[in-house]
């Protein structure tokens, strides 16, 4: 018993002739010993200053206990019967280097386990291993270790689940830990003088299991090693360690030899059972064990009369309200052909107007229908989900523009030349002359054509924010020049935050927008257009469901639509959308994703070759620069709902 340190051995059928029930001994950890006699029994306890390892054996007509070196932990109580071999044990003192450690190899293993391989001198070395945290701690009783071989080895290198492996001589014993990883089971042999621990990396699946497995058992950890003892006398010894009262049918016979260290005393109880074909059956603080085929029988008959008491039993009605659910639903479950709720001769009908159940049955099954109905009809929960749809954009813009014209006549002899832009430039030109020429012999002056004829280049800004413009008329020449330019910078955040609140695992939607009218084509007998509509809408739909610790799992749409560009009179529809499922916290705000979009561009155009010349080619060409960014975020943020709970 760790708390206070103690080692309890209890003689059954055995009295007491000592005169002094209690000695004092004060030498390493032992303080004292205390003898003392009930009801034909007789325990031994060693009281000491710390926990220690111990072994017991027994030889002739006497019982031997040998302490060790330090240790963690150690329980319990050793009974030890009178007609116990000696083989169950040997005094350490007996054993001193009779045995020895001749070699420790490490490998790994082609599963990727880690294998420890011990070479003992003897295939009869006693071997002594067990489990403690991360750790497994093996003792090789009575055995000695060379020095070369007492050391500390770091495997972690290897990637298994081994990381040290260090032994040690502890007196006349060695002691070997090996630490290992948290997930990792191990498995010990021997084959004659060669003694292997494997350690096996386990699957998530396989530490799940092992974790259930632990988890069943919640009893005190004891000792157990005995050889062919009467199952009756174990069954005694845990009876008396539990604090339980243990009936035993008398079937129940046999001997048993086990040797369990560290084990809880249930799972021993149950391995003890299950070695021997035997069930148990708990009523309060009673055991009751037998032959698994009586207890079975027993449950049969029981099971029999239970049936035949409500056949005769009489019918009883009540009615049950129903609060929060609808009573049909609750009906329905009820009557189910796989929940036999109601017994053979039991029925049930529904009050939809006052959601009331009306039961005829037993009232065994009235009882447990009213039990079942309390637990099934509560207040569902209640979740309210915000959604936030964050749209930012950044845009810039830069444009430069140009209009340039050259117009010129001249006349050499009989000849006009002309020259401007267009055709429709030089045909005023020549038409003027040719009027003026009708009345007089000189061509001059003749009409200047339109600006627009007159532009050789004519690369404007579409709407410029500045510009300037230059004109140089001479006696037979007019040059035009405009240069124009745009800058524009754009910075804007739309934020929608549409809310709703819904009932568990109740699929909840609100949607805001516009449905856009459009005409489509005709069709049909009237032959006749007709009005169609598409919809562009803020939308959010989700089901919420609240799990066990208050978190809550959503299945969730949430739709950002607007107008886009129009194509032969039919609108489109820009969508941006989000469906995805996702666990959150109560009250915590989540990104359920975003879209980053950026779009940068740069634009020329020009007149060929001449917008190429440096410098030069400036007054050619027309140059637009954009650069912009739009981002969408979706946040949401779930939040169940008490009672006393009001949306602001």
């Known amino acids: 018993i760790d708390n206070p340190a103690r080692i309890a051995l209890d003689f059954p059928d055995t009295h007491s002739n000592l005169k002094r029930k209690k000695k004092k001994i004060n030498s390493g950890a032992v303080r004292y010993v205390h003898a003392v006699e009930s009801k034909g029994r007789t325990r031994v306890v060693i009281n000491l200053s710390e926990m220690v390892p111990y072994e017991t054996s027994v030889r002739d007509n006497r019982a031997y206990i040998t302490l060790g070196g330090k240790t963690g932990s150690v329980t319990t109580t050793h009974t030890i019967a009178p007609h116990l071999s000696n083989s169950s044990g040997t005094a350490l003192t007996a054993s001193i280097h009779e045995n020895t450690i001749r070699n420790i190899d490490f490998h790994r293993g082609t599963s990727g386990e880690g294998r420890v391989t011990v070479f003992l001198s003897s295939k009869k070395t006693p071997v002594n291993m067990q489990k403690k945290g991360n750790k497994l701690v093996i003792d090789f009783i009575g055995t000695e270790v060379p020095k070369k071989l007492e050391q500390r080895l770091d495997v972690i290198d290897f990637a298994?689940?081994?990381?040290?492996?260090?032994?040690?001589?502890?007196?006349?014993?060695?002691?070997?830990?090996?630490?290992?990883?948290?997930?990792?089971?191990?498995?010990?042999?021997?084959?004659?003088?060669?003694?292997?621990?494997?350690?096996?990396?386990?699957?998530?699946?396989?530490?799940?299991?092992?974790?259930?497995?632990?988890?069943?058992?919640?009893?005190?950890?004891?000792?157990?090693?005995?050889?062919?003892?009467?199952?009756?006398?174990?069954?005694?010894?845990?009876?008396?360690?539990?604090?339980?009262?243990?009936?035993?049918?008398?079937?129940?016979?046999?001997?048993?030899?086990?040797?369990?260290?560290?084990?809880?005393?249930?799972?021993?109880?149950?391995?003890?059972?299950?070695?021997?074909?035997?069930?148990?059956?708990?009523?309060?603080?009673?055991?009751?064990?037998?032959?698994?085929?009586?207890?079975?029988?027993?449950?049969?008959?029981?099971?029999?009369?239970?049936?035949?008491?409500?056949?005769?039993?009489?019918?009883?009605?009540?009615?049950?309200?129903?609060?929060?659910?609808?009573?049909?639903?609750?009906?329905?479950?009820?009557?189910?052909?796989?929940s036999a709720l109601l017994s053979p001769r039991g029925s049930v009908s529904v009050d939809i107007r006052t959601n009331t159940l009306l039961v005829l049955d037993t009232p065994e099954k009235l009882t447990e229908l009213r039990r079942l109905i309390s637990q099934l009809d509560i207040p569902v929960r209640q979740v309210l989900i915000e959604s936030r749809i964050v749209i930012a954009s950044d845009g810039f813009s830069k444009d430069l523009g140009i209009r340039f014209g050259a117009t010129g006549t001249r006349q050499q002899g009989g000849t006009v030349f002309a020259t401007t832009a267009s055709a429709n430039g030089t045909n005023t030109i020549v038409n003027s002359a040719t009027t003026n020429l009708q009345t007089s012999s000189n061509p001059f002056p003749v009409a200047l054509p339109g600006l627009s004829d007159r532009l050789n280049v004519n690369l404007p800004v579409t709407a410029p924010t500045g510009q300037i413009a230059l004109a140089i008329l001479g006696s037979d020449y007019l040059l035009d020049l405009e240069l124009s330019a745009m800058q524009a910078e754009n910075r804007g955040e739309v934020v929608s935050s549409p809310r709703v609140i819904t009932s568990n695992q109740r699929e909840a939607t609100i949607e805001q927008g516009t449905e856009i009218p459009y005409i489509t084509p005709a069709s049909g007998a009237s032959n006749v257009p007709a009005v169609a509509f598409k919809k562009a809408v803020l939308s959010l739909k989700v089901t919420p469901q609240v799990t066990p610790d208050d978190r809550v799992l959503l299945d969730i749409t949430v739709n950002k639509d607007r107008v886009g560009q129009m194509f032969q009179g039919i609108p489109s529809i820009d969508t941006k959308e989000v469906t995805t499922q996702v666990l959150i916290e109560n009250g915590d705000t989540v990104v359920l994703g975003g879209v980053y979009e950026q779009v940068k561009r740069n634009d020329k155009s020009q007149v060929p070759l001449l917008g190429d010349i440096p410098y030069l080619g400036a007054l050619f060409r027309r140059t637009q620069r954009v650069d912009t960014k739009d981002e969408l975020l979706i946040f949401v943020t779930p939040k169940i709902l008490k009672e006393s709970y009001s949306l602001q």
């Open 160 to 338: 298994t689940p081994v990381h040290t492996i260090d032994t040690r001589q502890q007196g006349s014993n060695v002691q070997m830990h090996i630490s290992t990883q948290s997930n990792s089971e191990y498995l010990a042999y021997q084959s004659d003088d060669i003694f292997t621990i494997e350690v096996m990396p386990m699957t998530q699946e396989q530490q799940e299991m092992a974790e259930k497995r632990e988890a069943k058992y919640s009893g005190e950890k004891l000792d157990l090693n005995f050889q062919d003892i009467e199952i009756r006398s174990v069954l005694d010894i845990i009876a008396e360690f539990s604090g339980l009262n243990i009936v035993a049918a008398d079937a129940v016979k046999g001997n048993i030899t086990l040797r369990l260290k560290n084990v809880p005393w249930d799972q021993a109880l149950e391995i003890i059972l299950k070695s021997h074909g035997l069930a148990m059956r708990e009523n309060g603080n009673v055991i009751m064990i037998a032959p698994s085929s009586e207890v079975i029988a027993q449950e049969k008959q029981e099971l029999e009369a239970k049936k035949q008491a409500e056949e005769v039993t009489a019918l009883q009605s009540e009615l049950i309200q129903v609060n929060y659910a609808k009573a049909q639903d609750m009906a329905d479950l009820i009557k189910g052909k796989e």
